[in-house]
Nanobody, 122 residues
Framework: LHLVESGGGLVQPGGSLTLSCAAA??????SGWFRQVPGKDREGIAY????????AYADSVQGRFTISRDYAKNTVYLQLNSLKPEDTATYYC??????????????????WGQGTQVTVSS
């Protein structure tokens, strides 16, 4: 599974971005979004099940970020709203054919995208 991310960039505080993660065959995989800043552990921020019936979010993004998927396009999205400077990070999508129960743990995932930079600054 080759995950390709897009949509990062520079945005002002309070602004919005939409990140995309696409791959042939992605529809049968559960997927998550992570972010990482230099010197810190990779943080799990959102998860969506393979059939879309379950989503979960980290407290740090709950109510501001929304994960979704488009089965026709084999794509998972992360909508980022009300962005703050502390959201600045490299964002990664990840996928797994199975799910052990801890969606926010990087070790649960078998496939990773290359990362896309999100910078929130005025």
């Amino acid at each position: 599974l080759h995950l390709v991310e897009s949509g990062g960039g520079l945005v002002q505080p309070g602004g919005s971005l939409t990140l995309s993660c696409a791959a042939a065959g992605l529809n049968v995989y559960a997927s998550g979004w992570f972010r990482q800043v230099p010197g810190k552990d990779r943080e799990g921020i959102a998860y969506i099940s393979s059939n879309g019936d379950r989503a979960a979010y980290a407290d740090s993004v709950q109510g501001r970020f929304t994960i979704s998927r488009d089965y026709a396009k084999n794509t998972v999205y992360l909508q980022l709203n009300s962005l703050k400077p502390e959201d600045t990070a490299t964002y990664y999508c990840a996928s797994t054919p199975g799910y052990g129960g801890t969606w926010s743990e990087p070790d649960e995932y078998d496939y990773w995208g290359q990362g896309t930079q999100v910078t929130v600054s005025s």
